[in-house]
């Protein structure tokens, strides 16, 4: 019998049992078990709106079961991220109860988006969905570019940007700054984050990298905008009101 009939049976039947025992053996898709058909992109679509309905309707019976509907939506989302599906994803990530799961697979996915119009339309949808997690979620994308380092000076990799040739890590780090640039609430955070990666290049520099201080140049001539700019001078005016006073 396949888990779909499983799952068939149990909502007919209707007794609690029948659902508790769907749920423990049943809904698990996350795991790298069963059929092929059991692991197709179109039984966890739907595991993942069987357990969202069953939130609703079956509070009794989902009732303590809070990580493993969310180990079944997680991997769902993770499935329509693999396949840049961004109007969709944020929808799905708002369905997982747990705040750090949440807020992981959001940004692990938005680390993944290149298009400025699909950045923007992420955001948009998360502060929609779990508003009071996009913050988070994107201060951990451009934190986990800046901390991630791969080989910076491999071969074919450099790339040329307004004169300036920098490595290809290098130009993702200055990519993921644009997050914090979406949001004008972001401002603040976007100075904190280019100010750590601009400390980064100038290590990179002393250890001998010179494209370390043409990424350093472009990140100030370019990456940094000017509303973020502005947010600092705002700041320093009222801390020399305060130090007048």
């Not at 019998?1 to 423990?24: D, F, T």
């Not at 069987?50 to 309707?57: E, M, N």
């Not at 599906?85 to 697979?105: F, K, M, W």
């Amino acid at each position: 019998v396949s888990k779909y009939h499983l799952a068939q049976a149990s909502l007919i039947v209707g007794a609690p049992n029948e659902l508790q025992r769907m749920i423990e053996t049943v809904l698990d898709p996350a795991q790298a078990r069963g059929t092929a058909d059991e692991r197709s992109p179109e039984f966890l679509r739907f595991s993942a709106h069987l357990v969202i309905f069953l939130r609703l309707a079956c509070p009794d019976v989902m009732r303590g079961k809070s990580d493993e509907c969310d180990r079944v939506i997680t991997a769902y989302a993770q499935h329509l991220g693999l396949h840049q599906q961004v109007h969709a994803v944020p929808l799905y990530v708002g369905q997982i109860q747990d705040r750090a799961t949440r807020i992981y697979t959001y940004s692990a996915f938005l680390q993944t988006v290149l298009r400025d119009d699909d950045r923007r339309q992420c955001v948009g949808l998360a502060q929609r969905y779990f508003p009071d997690d996009v913050f988070e979620a994107v201060r951990r994308t451009v934190e986990q570019s800046r901390l991630e380092d791969g080989e910076s000076a491999r071969p074919g990799l450099d790339q040329h940007v307004e004169g300036a040739t920098v490595t290809r890590r290098d130009l993702e780090k200055l990519r993921a700054l644009g997050w914090l640039n979406i949001d004008p609430a972001h401002a603040g955070e976007a100075v904190v984050q280019a100010n750590l990666l601009l400390c980064d290049f100038v290590r990179s520099a002393m250890s001998g990298n010179v494209g370390a201080v043409e990424a350093a140049q472009l990140l100030i001539d370019r990456f940094l905008p000017e509303e973020s700019v502005l947010f600092v001078e705002r700041l320093a005016q009222q801390s020399a009101v305060v130090d007048v006073a």
